[in-house]
């Protein structure tokens, strides 16, 4: 019998298989495998088996993913920290979340530096790292060309999220929106994972901007660990390690 986490369906080809998919999975083990086999944004589909299949000279001897990217970390985190799109030789690349990227380096050390993490890089997916009660994953599960998903690729794939959301629900206490694509890709759930109603005019996203409502997980903002923000200054590792220790206090955790 095939192990649950590698089992393979048939993969969600359209955005109705995807909303029927997410809905039946059970757990997150069927939920990833699922996300993985998505095949239902052409476009996408076409730019990462492309990027899989060209490589970067630099990996040339890698076999790319050229996938979905699922998340990653414990199904019973308190604190989710909530991506763009997985990069195209990062996770594309290596099959987990953030993982083989500059962005990547720069998130794992600060999660490392914040006790959340039992080591501070993240290179490949049999590299022994463990996250402590967070789970990380993106607004769209495809690395899309020059990180821009159209909107009707973000809104297919938010079933994933929501699912993905209402999964870890019963631990999660506050998500961390690495971005403002990010941030915006979380006022749908608010209806499809908690009934309730987005606020309007919705909250401004900004570095440490905070969005609280009962029976909810805090939304709080962070810059995006992009090397565009990384290489300006604009976003510092001490502005990285105030916003985790925020997440830290929202959710609790010492
Ligand atoms: S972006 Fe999401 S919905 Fe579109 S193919 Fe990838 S996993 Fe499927």
Same mark, same amino acid.
């Given at each position: 019998?095939?192990?649950?986490g590698?089992?393979?369906?048939?993969?969600a080809?359209?955005?109705?298989?995807?909303?029927?998919?997410a809905a039946?999975?059970?757990?997150?083990?069927?939920?990833?495998?699922?996300?993985?086999?998505c095949?239902?944004?052409?476009?996408?589909?076409?730019w990462?088996?492309?990027v899989?299949?060209?490589?970067?000279a630099a990996?040339?001897?890698w076999?790319?993913?050229g996938?979905?990217?699922?998340?990653?970390?414990?199904?019973?985190?308190?604190?989710?920290v909530?991506?763009l799109?997985p990069a195209?030789h990062?996770?594309?690349?290596?099959?987990?979340?953030?993982?083989?990227d500059?962005?990547g &380096?720069?998130?794992?050390?600060? *999660? /490392? =530096?914040?006790?959340?993490?039992?080591? %501070? #890089?993240?290179?490949?997916r049999?590299?022994g790292?463990?996250l402590?009660?967070?789970?990380?994953?993106?607004?769209?599960?495809?690395?899309?060309?020059a990180?821009?998903?159209?909107?009707?690729?973000? &809104?297919?794939?938010?079933?994933w *999220? /929501? =699912?993905?959301?209402a999964?870890?629900? %019963? #631990?999660?206490?506050?998500?961390?929106?690495?971005g403002?694509?990010a941030w915006?890709?979380?006022?749908?759930?608010?209806?499809a994972?908690?009934?309730?109603?987005?606020?309007?005019?919705?909250?401004?996203f900004?570095?440490?901007?905070?969005?609280?409502?009962d029976?909810?997980p805090?939304?709080?903002g962070?810059?995006?660990?992009s090397?565009?923000?990384?290489f300006?200054?604009?976003?510092?590792?001490?502005m990285?390690?105030g916003?985790?220790?925020?997440?830290?206090?929202v959710?609790g955790v010492?």
């Amino acid at each position: 019998m095939a192990d649950r986490g590698t089992r393979r369906r048939a993969g969600a080809g359209t955005p109705e298989d995807v909303v029927g998919q997410a809905a039946a999975a059970v757990d997150l083990v069927e939920l990833d495998g699922a996300v993985s086999g998505c095949r239902a944004c052409p476009r996408l589909v076409a730019w990462r088996e492309e990027v899989a299949a060209e490589k970067r000279a630099a990996f040339r001897d890698w076999t790319y993913w050229g996938r979905p990217v699922p998340g990653f970390g414990p199904a019973q985190a308190s604190i989710a920290v909530l991506g763009l799109a997985p990069a195209a030789h990062g996770g594309n690349r290596t099959g987990r979340i953030f993982t083989g990227d500059r962005s990547g &380096d720069v998130l794992f050390a600060a *999660l /490392h =530096r914040a006790g959340l993490a039992n080591q %501070p #890089t993240s290179e490949a997916r049999d590299d022994g790292l463990a996250l402590h009660g967070v789970r990380i994953f993106a607004a769209v599960r495809c690395a899309p060309p020059a990180n821009k998903p159209t909107p009707e690729e973000r &809104d297919t794939c938010a079933p994933w *999220l /929501h =699912r993905e959301l209402a999964l870890i629900r %019963p #631990t999660l206490r506050v998500v961390v929106a690495l971005g403002s694509f990010a941030w915006a890709a979380f006022w749908p759930a608010l209806p499809a994972v908690y009934g309730v109603r987005p606020p309007v005019p919705r909250p401004a996203f900004g570095h440490g901007a905070i969005w609280q409502h009962d029976g909810v997980p805090a939304l709080l903002g962070s810059y995006h660990v992009s090397q565009q923000n990384t290489f300006t200054g604009r976003l510092t590792p001490a502005m990285l390690d105030g916003v985790l220790a925020q997440a830290k206090a929202v959710a609790g955790v010492e």
